[in-house]
């Protein structure tokens, strides 16, 4: 199956910092979307982004489809921005999804 | 508009007991797929049922099962129960589309002892 890897897992920031979020897949996807759990483990929705470039207040990204990777930028980072961060993709027509490994971030005032 | 409901939100069970974790998707969303997630093993995708049939399912060992009604709402049941079965359930809608975005629920978690 297709194999999904999010780098770097572990992420230390000061309050106000730029980082850079990345998903590597190994295989086409069709679907793509960004996640941020929530400290209660709540999954909320950053991005839905098969391919192209989306923009949401501080946070954006960026899916290149043809070369099997997405990136999440996060910009003058905040506290409240601390949590795990998941990609999760889905092959072809209905196949299951895979969540990627996760980066945790940890934003320190 | 109401989010992804699951009840009930924190269960604990001892082992060879069962348990039912239900969750109703959004209003008009036909899709609801659920997922496990433990420390060792992550997010793991258990099953995904649209319009009452199950349309992909992971692999779990049978002692996992799920339905969905006609309302949409579904219910998984996790029989047998095992220390390792201790975890995060999460549940989720799919679109109107369905174009395969989902929504998430605040889950249920479970422990085993």
């Known amino acids: 199956g297709i194999q999904v890897e999010q780098s770097p897992p572990d992420l230390i920031l000061q309050e106000g910092a730029n980082s850079t979020l990345r998903c590597n897949f190994s295989?086409?996807?069709?679907?793509l979307q960004w996640f941020h759990q929530n400290p209660w483990g709540q999954l909320i929705n950053l991005f839905y982004?098969?391919?192209g470039t989306k923009q949401n207040g501080r946070l954006s990204a960026t899916t290149v489809a043809t070369e099997r990777y997405s990136l999440l930028y996060i910009s003058s980072s905040q506290t409240t921005d601390s949590g795990v961060y998941f990609c999760?993709?889905?092959?072809?027509?209905?196949?299951?999804?895979?969540f990627g490994t996760g980066t945790k971030l940890q934003v320190i005032p | 508009k109401a989010g992804v409901t699951q009840t009930p939100r924190y269960l604990i069970k001892t082992r060879g007991q069962q348990v039912t974790l239900s969750c109703s998707p959004i209003?008009?969303?036909?899709?609801v797929s659920w997922y496990q997630q433990t420390p060792g093993q992550g997010l793991q995708f258990l099953f995904e049922?649209?319009?009452?049939?199950?349309?992909n399912k992971g692999n779990f060992p049978g002692r996992f099962s799920g339905r969905q009604f006609s309302n949409s709402r579904s219910e998984m049941n996790v029989s047998t129960l095992e220390l390792g079965d201790s975890a995060l359930y999460l549940c989720?809608?799919?679109?109107?589309?369905?174009?395969?975005?989902?929504?998430f629920g605040e889950g249920s978690r479970l422990t085993v002892l």
């Open positions: 989720a809608s799919g679109g109107q589309a369905d174009t395969g975005e989902l929504f």
């Open positions: 295989d086409s996807v069709n679907n």
């Open positions: 982004i098969p391919s």
């Open positions: 999760a993709v889905r092959t072809g027509g209905y196949q299951k999804v895979t």
């Open positions: 209003s008009g969303h036909r899709s």
């Open positions: 049922y649209f319009s009452e049939t199950q349309r």
